[in-house]
């Protein structure tokens, strides 16, 4: 077969967008395909948007505590249009970073339309068949819309269309206390709504319980309203939506945000045709990232696992190296970390205290646990909320868990401990939570490789390998 390319990848998202650039600075032929905006989820209608309105949530919160040592400060008066507008802005800032053009510039064929996926080495797309002997699939997920009583003849919210609110909510409810949930309560009853959760567990469940008590309470101590249980049931009248629990509790509010879990993009293009075998929610995959049609890479939100930007980036690279070195690529999550970007901030690496115990039973494991009370520089800032916890089996750390002020930028020391590297090829290649200021450590380590990895001979050598596989598959 004569290939058109050396590598098809679907989905212009982080997983994409690192898979597709990845090959291309090795110089192999690439073909990089997006149905809608370029930059995903992440940068459209996730992490970007949410994180913009995070901070103009932090601006009212610190103003409305006016007088503080010494300095007095007006109360805050929150005009929506100005936080619309910063979302919007930080959203227009970043867009150049995953536009066509810088893909273009790598050397990528930029092509914006849906594609489908119409055999093991082919593609269809605007008309065209596109071949090669590997594809990649990154096309993320979408929000899980639950089968509540109601809800399909009530106006709701998620997160694809929460940053376009052009007026404030008088009352948000929140059906959903996982990450998007929390960190949307806290900002939106900051900068003034009425907010309440519903949620039938413990509110971010993947957390560490102790961490996540101390967000519920400062939550709580803000005003933000949690009830026990599920949503139900919903109704409106007379522009307003009230939510009725499994618990028997009753709530209403002038907004509704539905956040309950992602489902996997995986139908419509292709995929079941071609027999790709699915999970419970995405793609299935081996560690290599390939599906059960082997030379078919599923790498994100789209397949079984985390659904986090710095996770997409990682599998994109991952693949990237596979499919130009011809090596086989594992990934490995004894150091995955994430954060939640509450305040204090919630962050997590490997093993929480739970995790650990569970699997190798309470009197192997050893927490250490320091509370930021006992911290100066915490003391001096007046945030002592918090703690940080080091999850160790004999001497060997397995994860940790921190609360309190900038938790996620104090992660990267125990990447370092759990895979036990430290240099700056480590350093470069480090899983880093996204957004931190910590990934511009990883950034500077990138830099000073990038001239050897993405060299003349690396270059000879994936040229080869493409060539090879052309001509063999
Ligand atoms: C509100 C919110 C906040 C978040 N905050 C954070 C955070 O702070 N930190 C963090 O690490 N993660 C965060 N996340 C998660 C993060 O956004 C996702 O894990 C990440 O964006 C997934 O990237 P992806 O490339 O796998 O998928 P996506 O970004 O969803 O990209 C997939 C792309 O594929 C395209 N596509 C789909 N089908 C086709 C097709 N057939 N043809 C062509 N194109 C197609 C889609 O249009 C889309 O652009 C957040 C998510 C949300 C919703
Ligand atoms: N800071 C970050 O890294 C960040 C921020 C936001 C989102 N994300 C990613 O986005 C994804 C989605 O986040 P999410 O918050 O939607 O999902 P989630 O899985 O974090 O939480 C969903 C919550 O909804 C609850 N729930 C389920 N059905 C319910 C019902 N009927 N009524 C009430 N509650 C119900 C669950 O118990 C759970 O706590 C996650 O994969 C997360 O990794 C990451």
Known sequence: MKFTHDAIVIGGGAAGLTAAGGCALFGLQVALIEGNKMGGECLNNGCVPSKAIITAAKRAQEAREEKRYGVQLAAPKVEWAGVHKHIHDAIAHIEPHDSKETFEEMGCEVIMDYAKVTGKHTVEVGGRTLSAPRIVIATGSEPFVPPIEGLDSVPYLTNENLFDLTEQPDHLVIIGGGVIGMEMAQSFRRLGSEVTVIEPGSPMGRDDRESVQVVVDVMKDEGVRFIAGKGQKVEVSKGKITVHTDGGDTVTGSHLLIAVGRSARVSGYGLEELGIELGRNGIKVDARRRTSVKNIYAIGDCREGPRLTHVSGYEGSNVALEITTGLPTKVDWKALPWCTYTEPEVAQIGMTDEEAREKFGNDKITVIKE????????????????HLKVILKGKKVLGA??????????????????????????LGSAVISYPTRSEILKAAAFSAWEPTVF???????????????????
């Open 371 to 386: 509370g930021f009370d006992h911290n100066e520089r915490a003391i001096a800032e007046d945030s002592t909320k918090g």
């Open 401 to 426: 868990s921190i609360c309190g002020k900038n938790a996620g930028e104090l992660l990267l020391p125990f990447t370092q401990s759990i895979t036990g590297k430290s240099n700056t090829f480590a």
């Open 455 to 473: 060299g003349a001979l690396p270059k000879k050598y994936a040229a080869f390998v493409a060539k090879m596989r052309r001509t063999f598959n």
